[in-house]
Structure formats: C-alpha cells, structure tokens
C-alpha cells in the first residue's frame, strides 16, 4: 500500500486524537492522582523563640489529634468538573497541539508501518496472516512509531497536566513548538526523549493489543457471519480492541506519565532515577493497583478513540479507493 497506508493511518490517528483529547487529559491528571508536588529547594525552618518566656506557668500537655485518613482518589466526573471550576472550559484541550503532532508522528509512522508490513507478511494467494505475524507486525511498527513521536508526546503531557501545579512552579508553554524549545533549552535536547523506553514499550504494547486484535476480532465477525464487513462490523472489532489494549497498557502506561511529568531543578536529585524505581516507589507508597489509576478514564479514552479511529480509517480507504 506504501504512501496510501500512513496517510490514511495518520488522518484517522488525528481525527480520533482530537475527538478524544479531554478524556486523555482526565486520564493524565487521574494518573498523576497521589503523586507529590516536588517544591524546589525548600527554605529550612528553623526553632522560633518565643518572645517572652513564662517559666512559672504550666501548660498542660495537649492531647494529640488523630491524622485525617488520606484522601480517596477522584473519579473521572469529578476530574472533569475540577478541572472545568478551576482552570475553564478550554482547559479541557490543554495540550491539543502537541497532540495533533504527536498523531502525525507517531501514530502516522505506525499506522503506515504496520500495513506495510500485514501486507508484505501476508499469504500472496489467500491474503491471510495469522495472529502471530499480526502481533510481531504491531510491535516493531509501534516501537519506530513511539521513537519518532516522543518529544510530542513528553511535550502533550507536560501541557495536560501543567493546571494542578502551583502557580509558581507551571511551566505556561504557549504550544508544542514553545514546550519542546523550552525543554530543549532549559534540560538539555535529550529531555525530549525521557521516558522513551517506556514509550517505546507502551506503544508495542498497544500497537500490538489494538491494531492486531482489531483485525482478529473483524475476521472472526466477518468469517462466522456474525455481520458483514460494514459499520457494525468496525465498530464491535474496534471496542473490543480498544478494551484489550487499555487492559495491557495502563500500568506502563502511568509509569510513563509520571516519569514525562517529573520537574528536575538544577543541582537537585529527579523524583525518580527511572522507569523502574518510579514502578517501585508508586507500589510502595500507593500499592499495586496505583498502576492502574485512571483505567476508567482510560478505557473511556480507549474506547472511543479506537471505534473513531477504525471506523475513520475504514471510511478514509473507501473515500480513497475512488482515487
């Protein structure tokens, strides 16, 4: 297919990505939920005097108050309405831009490399591919992909989650250009690439979950005359892909945001050292299934973004296929 495959891939990666841009950001600020505010290089406080000293005068002790239990974690809704009360509407779309570039970088490179190689991979006579050949097919696509897009999407998430910051430590980029410049400048050219392996690892993952299970899932509909090959047909294969996909990548998934997201100050020791000890240190502190914070939001992410996203692409082929 060659060209036609990364231009069809990448229309319909652009047009989900921006359908789907709210539910993203939530999942990103859901992610991010029980994660300590790092303030850079905090004043010591140091034993105040008081003025006068009454040595004859007995207090008694004060009984110690209970520690409040720790706050439960917010659900989606409420994300959402926080985030709308406290930063506006638009603030819903925080970051779109480096979404639209992330899309057209990563998404584009992975969605054409995975045609290619389904069609190059596939039985000349029958056009078949078996699952196996589907899954190797999603994987390397999705790691050249996550390679090519990263700056993009350190950039997109920095943007999403830069409104529950205080205001002193926001980093207010303009856009994608201004937040990859600015990284570039301030951390150096290869900040643009932290957490790449992680991002390279989330992205075989869901290459491989989503793109493969969707044609497996469309085959077997198709094949078991469940329905035809049309609207119905895409839009089953492609929810279910977007459920299995959502399953295997959330845990890498929120190491990745965290580890994106992290603020290293000059002269002071990163939050993490990688994606390791942050998988570690949120186990710890927050137990196992902090790794799958924000998988409502995600799944509700997930979902839409891959039936837009194959329905999109389904449509763009036979639009496309007139030419």
Known sequence: MGVKGFVEGGIASIVAGCSTHPLDLIKVRMQLQGEKVHAPNPQPIHNLRPAFAFHNLHVPHAPSLPLPPPRASAGPISVGMKIVQTEGLAALYSGVSATVLRQTLYSTTRMGLYDVLKTKWSHKETGHLSLVHKIGAGLIAGAIGAAVGNPADVAMVRMQADGRLPMAQRRNYKGVTDAISQMAKQEGVASLWRGSALTVNRAMIVTASQLASYDQFKEMIIENHVMNDGLGTHVTAS?????????????????????????????????????????????????????????????????????????????????????
């Not at 020791?269 to 710890?284: F, H, I, N, Q």
Request: aromatic fraction near 10%; proline fraction near 8%; charge should be positive.
């Open 239 to 323: 929810f279910a892909a977007g459920f299995v996909a959502s399953v295997a990548s959330n845990p890498v998934d929120v190491i990745k945001t965290r580890v994106m997201n992290m603020k290293v100050e000059p002269g002071s020791v990163p939050p993490y050292s990688g994606a390791l000890d942050c998988a570690l240190k949120t186990v710890r502190a927050e137990g196992p299934m902090a790794l799958y914070k924000g998988f409502i939001p995600t799944i509700s992410r997930q979902g839409p973004f891959t039936v837009v996203l194959f329905v999109t692409l389904e449509q763009v082929r036979k639009l496309l296929k007139e030419f």
